[in-house]
């Protein structure tokens, strides 16, 4: 069966695997109204959130869960997730966009560790839209599907009805190959009063997911610690471990990102990247950590800290940029924007000031039985 481009293996529908005995019913699944098969006992733990609707940037949904927010680009170009003919994310380009350099490399920072994180994502929202293959009162999983090159698996745990707490993995083979499926992508999650809010983890390792999928140009490792409130807070405490969404694009970075939404009223992130400045004298990149602020209907403030490259040894380029909140160069800052200079180390521990207490990172990913 094919279905949105992913071809699916197993129990084809739910009237076959009922008529076949191929899957039990221990735990009602229905298609919803977003196309998704829905099982009631694991409705509030999807890691993909087929239901949200982002207030600021309306359509883009689905992966805020998870994803790092810079600033509100009233231009549109917020959303530069590259698409080429079958849906992976890859890098955005080095260059262009119309904001101030400063702002616009924590953007494509932002943008890279949400290209892996979608990596993961994208063949779970696949595989949730046909019924899970095999269902139980504690574990559901959908597939085996192919996408791009590679075949997957979707598999949910409840590990605590009481407490409300699950786990969940995805996995990967090679398209057309048989043999066992790798683990490629995990989480946790203990939901709290709203459906896929509370306080997790997900892990997504790039080196396995090319290694069953050739068309995934991610490598290294995303490590992430969340915690969402029932308000819409979203707290993220994220790892990167010899990271890049494209090798051939952006080089390996070892990272600590911590990035803190306030609804759709602010976001205060920290962000590092690999980038040439443009007023280094040559192409060599250099590794700049960035704190931004941007306030709604107020601006964007970012400040940077550049170390390697061009820059000597032992030395640390500061710089700062502000914007209007139509990303309009101002003279001063907009009142509510302060500095709040970055530690050069990129894998310092360094939130955003202000910043509520945070989760705490994973330090492997999660094997979707709460380790």
Known sequence: MRRNGLAFLGC????VALASGGCST????????????????FAGAYPYDYAYVD???VGYGGYYPYSVDSYYDPYGTTIVYALPAVPVPVADPTTGGNAPELLDKAHRAANAINAGVRAALDPIKELIKTPPTE?????VVYGPGDL????YQFTMNRLSGSEQRFGWTLEARPGGADGSFTRVAGGLIRVGNTERRGRGAIGVDCDALSAADPSVTCRGTVLTGFTHTDAGDKILNVRLRAYTPDASVVMPLDASVFAWR???????VRLVTQANL????TPAPETVAIKLTWLKDVGVRADGAATGGDIPPGEVETLSSCVGPNLENVTTCPAGLTEDAPNADAMAIDPPAGMPEMPEAPGAMPDGSGN
């Open 12 to 15: 084809a529908s739910l009237a």
């Open 26 to 41: 221990t735990t009602a699944c229905a298609v919803n109204s977003a196309g998704v098969a829905v099982c009631d006992t």
């Open 55 to 57: 207030p600021v940037a």
């Open 135 to 139: 269902n139980s009162a504690d574990t």
């Open 148 to 151: 791009g090159g590679g075949r």
């Open 262 to 268: 306030q609804g759709d009223v602010a976001n205060h």
């Open 278 to 281: 443009a007023a280094t004298a």
